[in-house]
Each structure stands twice: as structure tokens, then as C-alpha cells.
């Protein structure tokens, strides 16, 4: 069965805090990404990994970077969390391009709160 | 970014009703999916849709690629206590895009 799986299911942080969330994929997928979900505003995506060391930009990138050191882990990083950063993070992979690409795996989520 | 107009936002229902959803764009999408998330869990994959004016079922769960390739429509019907949750439509432009445009969700309550 395929699998997602993000460390925290919660985590509670302060301003300023440089917070990391990790994601792990055991589905030998290419494609990595982290969206943000918010209550009316469904999923946006903050960034993406085509590939080892490869990362793009989606909608929503300022205030976050990513590292993908792993073809199985991609890693979201909060450089100075603000308030405005509590959200549910989730994490998806999808396969190779040609093969049901677009079918993205989620994570359960990760609910961050910055206070 | 760009995102799709989801309706209705929220539904309350009784159960063995019937629910209908759509989404629309002021694009064209040449691919579109339904995605469900359960409380505590991240969206799965219900339907996906592949062709203007294909219509493709899932057991109660019937969805619609509508023939101008701007919207999609989801319907359930005789609801389950396990239908409630948020439904997600999702759209892609292009295959190898790899960059779904999502709406903003339908949050589901059953009634009893």
C-alpha cells in the first residue's frame, strides 16, 4: 500500500522559530510537493521537486524554502515563522510523467500553530 | 495563483439524500479530478476525468467533465454517514505540468 507520511500530526511553535516539516514517500515517486490548506481557500501549493536536488516554486512560496537531498524525502522549512504560518501543511508525491502523473498521494497533515 | 469557484462551500444533509457539487473555471482544464478528505487525513483520490463530457462513476459517486473543459460536476447519491467530509475538485492544464489548481472545498455534514 502506498504511503505518505509526515513526522508531526501537530506542532505547536513561536515567531521567529525556524521550523522544519518532513515528509517521506516509500513509492520510489519523482515528484514532490507541500501545499498549505486553509478554511475557504482550499489547497494552494507553496513548492514542488521534480527530482533529487530540484525544487520549483508553486503559488505560495514566500517565507518558505525546501531541500530534497532524497528521492524519498522532501522537507519544508519555515526560515522565521510568522503568525500568519499556522495552517495545515500537506505533504503529496505523484510518479513518473506519462503514468497517471497527475494522481497526487497525500499525507495526513501536519497542523502547525505559530503563536 | 489561479484557483477554481467550488460550490457550494458547505452541505448539511440528512442521510439518503442526494448531493450534487460543482466547480468552474474561467479556463480550460484538460484534466479534472475529485479528491475527498476524511477528518485528520489528507485527500485521497476519488475520480478522474480525462475528457470533455465524460461521465465516470465510482460505486454512488458519479462526476462530470463538462463540454466546455471549465467545469465538473460530483454527485452522491443516498448519502452515508461515511461521506462526510471535504470534497476537493481539482484541475490540470496540461499532462507534465505536474501543477493542480485546486478549489476551495465542500465540507460535508450528514445528519443522522
Known amino acids: 500500500d502506498v504511503k505518505v507520511t509526515q513526522s508531526s500530526r501537530y506542532l505547536v511553535k513561536r515567531t521567529g522559530e525556524k521550523v522544519f516539516l518532513e515528509c517521506v514517500q516509500d513509492?520510489?515517486?519523482?515528484?514532490m510537493f507541500w501545499y498549505r490548506q486553509d478554511p475557504g481557500l482550499g489547497l494552494r501549493l507553496i513548492y514542488f521537486?521534480?527530482?533529487?536536488?530540484?525544487?520549483e516554486k508553486g503559488d505560495i512560496p514566500e517565507g518558505y524554502s525546501v531541500s530534497r537531498e532524497k528521492k524519498e524525502r522532501f522537507s519544508l522549512i519555515l526560515e522565521s515563522a510568522s503568525t500568519n504560518q499556522t495552517s495545515m501543511y500537506l505533504c503529496?508525491?505523484?510518479?513518473?510523467?506519462?503514468?497517471?502523473?497527475?494522481?497526487?498521494?497525500f499525507g495526513s497533515g501536519t497542523q502547525l500553530s505559530v503563536l | 495563483g489561479q484557483q477554481l469557484n467550488q460550490s457550494p462551500q458547505s452541505m448539511f444533509i440528512q442521510e439518503g439524500e442526494d448531493v450534487s457539487m460543482n466547480c468552474t473555471s474561467s479556463?480550460?482544464?484538460?484534466?479534472w479530478l475529485w479528491y475527498k478528505q476524511d477528518p485528520g487525513e489528507g485527500p485521497v483520490l476519488l475520480i478522474a476525468?480525462?475528457?470533455?463530457?465524460e461521465l465516470t462513476s465510482n460505486g454512488r459517486l458519479t462526476a462530470q467533465f463538462g463540454i466546455t473543459r471549465k467545469d465538473s460536476f460530483l454527485n452522491i447519491s443516498a448519502s452515508i454517514p461515511s461521506d462526510v467530509g471535504i470534497y476537493f475538485c481539482?484541475?490540470?492544464?496540461?499532462?507534465?505540468?505536474?501543477?493542480?489548481?485546486f478549489g476551495q472545498g465542500t465540507r460535508l455534514t450528514i445528519n443522522p
Open positions: 521537486s521534480y527530482d533529487v536536488k530540484m525544487k
Open positions: 503529496a508525491s505523484s510518479s513518473n510523467p506519462g503514468t497517471d502523473n497527475e494522481k497526487l498521494f
Open positions: 513509492m520510489d515517486h519523482e515528484n
Open positions: 476525468l480525462y475528457k470533455a463530457g
Open positions: 481539482a484541475g490540470l492544464k496540461f499532462q507534465g505540468a505536474q501543477k493542480l489548481v
Open positions: 479556463s480550460i482544464f484538460n484534466t
